[in-house]
């Protein structure tokens, strides 16, 4: 499962895969695009892939799917994913990511 990996494993397809349904195409497109270090909430994610509203199946996306970077992916508070807050503060802060009371403290900027 994507989440249960602490290695950061990359997955960038050039084509979508052939198993992966439309949803899941455009959400690994805009996965496949984040850069180290950057952070991006589930909402948003959805919203980029042209599927406003459907944070929760992104979510279940990074479940189903490894070798994308799940731990560059937040609630909309910046709360890291329950169960795995220990890796994925370890890979943010790998990549200069500050994380604070198991929240990803965004720039204000």
Do not use: C
Not at 42 to 54: D, M, Q, T, V
Request: proline share 7%.
């Amino acid at each position: 499962m994507g989440l249960g990996t602490t290695e950061p494993a990359m997955a960038k397809p050039a084509d979508p895969a052939p198993e992966y349904t439309p949803f899941e195409a455009d959400v690994a497109a805009v996965l496949g695009d984040l850069l180290e270090g950057e952070v991006m909430t589930y909402g948003e994610i959805a919203a980029e892939a042209g599927h406003p509203g459907a944070s929760r199946a992104v979510g279940a996306f990074l479940k189903r799917h490894e070798g994308f970077p799940w731990w560059r992916v937040v609630n909309a508070a910046g709360r890291l994913a329950p169960g795995h807050e220990r890796a994925q503060t370890e890979l943010l802060g790998a990549e200069g990511v500050a994380v604070r009371n198991g929240r990803v403290v965004f720039d204000a900027s």
